[in-house]
């Protein structure tokens, strides 16, 4: 009999996960399945830090509910597995970029039936000096809104939340500025920024950044987002017009694909890495890693549909 683990973060959403877990067990064994469940619960001391990776290896198919920051805190203990199993994912989180950007629909039924039925893709991740990120890393104007926003408040109005937050931090995101200089495999760069993103994801912060650009998640790509700092408040207006419509590569944004960036500031930088904290530094040196984890996904349902 094949195996699978079932790895349920029963704080992440609104604790759906938790109260469908037998229903989750039910219908991975009705798949064939040996199931293993491990929970993960922060608060608790619960983490994946239980978890023997020489044991990890071993499934046919490790499954994971959560969020973007589960998903991230996956990835990195992952990397430090040579033989990584595939992996299934449950969104439950409260924008679900990444997911969106595979065709994992947030509807645990549907996200089921893309583990049962769905192709396997293997895809690109980013690293981040010595650690990873799974779909995006970034700084500046609103990157702090999504891992400064309450878990609370995540769980009760869901994206809705980081817009409160956002609107919010309006006043002080007008003021942030920081200068850059960025080398890349492509062009070197330096100037005033008040927001960056180097990301591998069709979607971040539950917006369509790139409009009509193509990404590819498994095309040795990132995807470097520069925003310049505006001069006046109203160029506020312009650069949210420009980014709502696709506008890239105007006076104010610009997008770059990389293979690489090494980015450096007088001043230390606060990152935001798949949605949480991802610390501060004067020096980072961010990557990708070609072809290095293989999941269940719905893009053929994507490529229906576009």
């Not at 002080?172 to 008040?194: P, R």
């Not at 419509?245 to 090494?262: C, M, R």
């Not at 990152?271 to 290095?292: L, Y």
């Amino acid at each position: 009999m094949k195996k699978a683990l079932l790895i349920i973060n029963v704080t992440s959403g609104k604790a759906l996960l938790s109260k469908r877990l037998a229903d989750l067990i039910e219908f991975f064994m009705q798949c064939g399945y040996e199931i293993r469940v491990h929970i993960i619960n922060p608060e608790k001391g619960l983490t994946l830090k239980q978890l023997k990776k020489e044991e990890v290896k071993e499934y046919d198919l490790v499954v994971l509910g959560g969020g973007d920051g589960t998903l991230n805190s996956f990835i990195n203990y992952l990397m430090e597995i040579d033989e990584r199993p595939v992996i299934g994912y449950l969104p439950s989180g409260s924008t679900n970029d990444f997911a969106k950007s595979i065709g994992i629909p947030a509807d645990l039924n549907k996200a089921c039936n893309v583990i049962r039925k769905g192709e396997l893709f293997t895809y690109d991740i980013g690293s981040f000096n010595d650690k990873y990120f799974n779909y995006v890393a970034a700084f500046g104007a609103f990157a702090e809104v999504s891992f400064a926003t309450d878990q609370n408040m995540k769980n009760a109005i869901g994206y809705a939340a980081y817009v409160l937050n956002a609107i919010k931090d309006i006043p002080q995101s007008i003021g942030y500025s920081k200068h850059l200089h960025i080398e890349t495999d492509t062009k070197t760069i330096e100037g005033d920024y008040v927001f960056g993103a180097v990301s591998n994801s069709v979607s971040v912060g539950g917006l369509k950044l790139y409009g009509n650009t193509p990404v590819g998640l498994d095309d040795g790509k990132l995807e470097l987002l520069l925003i310049k700092t505006p001069q006046v408040v109203t160029d506020f207006s312009y650069i949210l017009n420009a980014i709502s419509t696709g506008d890239l590569n105007n006076e104010f944004v610009s997008l770059i694909q990389i293979k690489y960036a090494n980015i450096s500031s007088e001043e230390e930088i606060t990152w935001s890495i798949d949605g949480e904290f991802g610390g501060k530094c004067r020096e980072t040196k961010i990557g990708i890693v070609e072809k290095a984890i293989t999941i269940k996904s719905g893009l053929k349902a994507v490529r229906k549909n576009n």
